[in-house]
């Protein structure tokens, strides 16, 4: 089992950059590809992206492609979500999430058995 924790969100304006962070307990962090999440009140959860075990691919929901870049550091158990030129429709809770390592997507959450508790994004226009 691997325990998450983000990080890093908060209220800021439009056109600002963010950074969440997640830490991941437990000695076994590489072993899980990781993803971000997010859910905007009223709406599903959506997929934001995802980053291999080795960091070596990264995927990402195609309406954020060139804003958010995913990242991990495997020495220190943490993965991160880069944000920029954020509008008010990227308000939500952001979560990261440890994908089993017999999924076979990415972008679906059904893959992802662990998840953070969360942390809320608000970006006032």
């Known amino acids: 089992q691997v325990q998450l924790v983000e990080s890093g969100g908060g209220l800021v304006q439009a056109g600002d950059s963010l950074r969440l962070s997640c830490a991941a307990s437990?000695?076994?962090?590489?072993?899980?590809?990781m993803g971000w999440f997010r859910q905007a009140p009223g709406k599903e959860r959506e997929f934001v992206a995802a980053i291999t075990r080795s960091g070596g691919s990264t995927y990402y929901a195609d309406s954020l492609k060139g804003r958010f870049t995913i990242s991990r550091d495997n020495a220190k158990n943490t993965v991160s979500l880069q944000m920029t030129s954020l509008t008010p429709e990227d308000t939500a809770v952001y979560y990261c999430?440890?994908?089993?390592?017999?999924?076979?997507?990415?972008?679906?959450?059904?893959?992802?058995?662990?998840w953070g508790q969360g942390t809320q994004v608000t970006v006032s226009s």
């Open positions: 437990g000695r076994t962090f590489s072993s899980y590809a």
């Open positions: 999430a440890a994908r089993s390592p017999r999924a076979t997507y990415y972008s679906q959450k059904e893959s992802y058995p662990y």
